[in-house]
């Protein structure tokens, strides 16, 4: 057994992020074996992440406040705490908080043989999609 110190919260960047987001890790690859990644990230009012998809796909579930996801071609959504949503590998989607509350969600995701490729990011959402138009 090992016990892994608490990395520290970071803040999102913005190449990949509209507004305020932060990040703190729950679950890291300790070895090349593992291949878990689990984050809590908490989204201010508003903020969003980037077009995005994930080689393995990423598992979402709300703790607090309402989400907005949406995948490429289909319709803004809101999830509640308590709620899950999965996106395949490759799906093409975002998420972000509601306009008017924080949100906070854990994201799970599978680290691919190389863990750079886990995640591709794409162009920013505008606010016409943020609001389901």
């Known amino acids: 057994m090992k016990i892994v110190p608490r990395p520290a919260t970071t803040k999102n960047p913005p190449e990949q992020f509209t507004g305020d987001v932060w990040l703190d890790p729950v ?6 074996s593992q291949r878990m990644v689990v984050a809590l990230v908490r989204f201010a009012p508003g903020a969003r992440t ?25 319709e803004v959504v ?7 949503v999965y996106c395949p590998p490759g799906e093409e989607h975002w998420h972000g908080a509601s306009p008017d509350h924080f949100m906070e969600h854990l994201a799970m995701l599978e680290n691919g043989d190389d863990p750079t490729s886990t995640t591709t990011w794409l162009e920013h959402v505008t606010d016409s999609e943020y609001a389901g138009r």
């Open 27 to 32: 679950a890291l690859p300790q070895d090349p």
């Open 78 to 84: 809101e999830v509640r705490p308590g709620e899950t």
């Open 50 to 74: 980037a077009w995005h998809s994930h080689a393995r796909g990423q598992t979402l579930h709300v703790v607090s406040g309402v989400a907005r996801v949406q995948s490429r071609g289909g």
